[in-house]
Structures are given as structure tokens and as C-alpha cells.
């Protein structure tokens, strides 16, 4: 059973919405199931490319883009749309569902399980500690 399903609202058209219901809308337990299962500290190829398809949709259903990086691209140079809404560059996508993959399956799924009570350290799963404070990796990209 999933921890939660995630709602996909994608912008169609009132003749698309008709079609696929009120408002759009469906709920997808595919991300919840793909958190789950991390290997260990890294994204498997297969699930990163089923990550960056999901977040394409979530930006624009329909341009038929399934890499992040190729639609951010397409909206900021073609459609000139703003940096707040574009997607997250791949890089930033990675660390996001690192960090997220780490707090649903290291975190909460070990919350039941008293033999697992002592999750890894998140060192590896999208967090750095600097000053003895853990602070997020938002990106491996060098900034510009």
C-alpha cells in the first residue's frame, strides 16, 4: 500500500478536461511506489528518466517533452517563460528525490520497525552537514 498518491492537474484545455474529467485530474501512485524503491543512496537510470517524465507532465502535459532539462529549454527560450515556472534542472531533481526518498522510505518507513530504528546518515541522500547543521544539496551543478 502507498504512503500517499500524488495528484497530476495537468493546464488542458476545457475540451481535454471534459475528456479526462472535471477538472483533469487523477491521482498517480507511481512516484510513491519509485521512493520506495531506492536501491540504497543513489537513483537507479530507469527511475530517474520515470521521475523527469512525471515532473515534465506536472509543468505542461502536453509538449511531449520527457527530460526536464530539454523542457526548461523549450519554456524559457521558446514560450520565454519566467524561472519560477519552469521545472527544476535534472541535477536539482536528483538531489530533491534523494532527500525526499530518504525521509518517506530511511525515516518514516523505518518508524514501525524497531530493529531499523537507526536510519543512515542522509550524507548521501541529497544533504551536507556544515557547522554541525544538516543543510540541503540543491543542485551538483556549478552555479553561474
Known amino acids: 500500500?502507498?504512503?500517499?498518491?500524488?495528484t497530476v492537474c495537468p493546464s488542458l484545455?476545457?475540451?481535454e478536461k471534459k475528456q479526462h474529467g472535471k477538472h483533469g485530474c487523477h491521482v498517480s501512485q507511481q512516484p510513491?511506489?519509485?521512493f520506495l524503491s531506492f536501491p540504497n543512496d543513489?537513483?537507479?537510470?530507469?527511475?530517474?528518466a520515470l521521475?523527469?517524465?512525471f515532473t515534465s507532465m506536472m509543468y505542461v502535459a502536453t509538449t511531449g517533452f520527457s527530460k526536464v532539462d530539454q523542457?526548461?529549454?523549450?519554456?524559457?527560450?521558446?514560450?520565454?517563460?519566467?524561472?519560477?515556472?519552469?521545472?527544476?534542472?535534472?541535477?536539482?531533481?536528483?538531489?530533491?528525490?534523494l532527500r525526499a526518498a530518504y525521509q518517506?522510505?530511511?525515516i518514516w518507513g523505518r518508524s514501525l520497525d524497531m530493529l531499523k530504528c537507526d536510519p543512515p546518515?542522509?550524507?548521501?541522500?541529497?544533504?551536507?552537514?556544515?557547522?554541525e547543521v544538516w543543510e540541503p544539496v540543491w543542485s551538483t551543478l556549478s552555479s553561474i
Open 32 to 34: 510513491t511506489h519509485l
Open 42 to 48: 543513489h537513483i537507479p537510470s530507469h527511475i530517474q
Open 104 to 106: 518517506a522510505g530511511q
Open 13 to 15: 484545455s476545457e475540451k
Open 71 to 97: 523542457l526548461r529549454r523549450h519554456l524559457f527560450c521558446t514560450e520565454n517563460k519566467p524561472l519560477h515556472l519552469i521545472p527544476p534542472s535534472s541535477a536539482t531533481l536528483v538531489q530533491h528525490c
Open 121 to 131: 546518515t542522509p550524507i548521501s541522500w541529497g544533504w551536507v552537514q556544515r557547522n
Open 51 to 53: 521521475f523527469e517524465n
Open 1 to 6: 500500500m502507498p504512503l500517499l498518491g500524488v
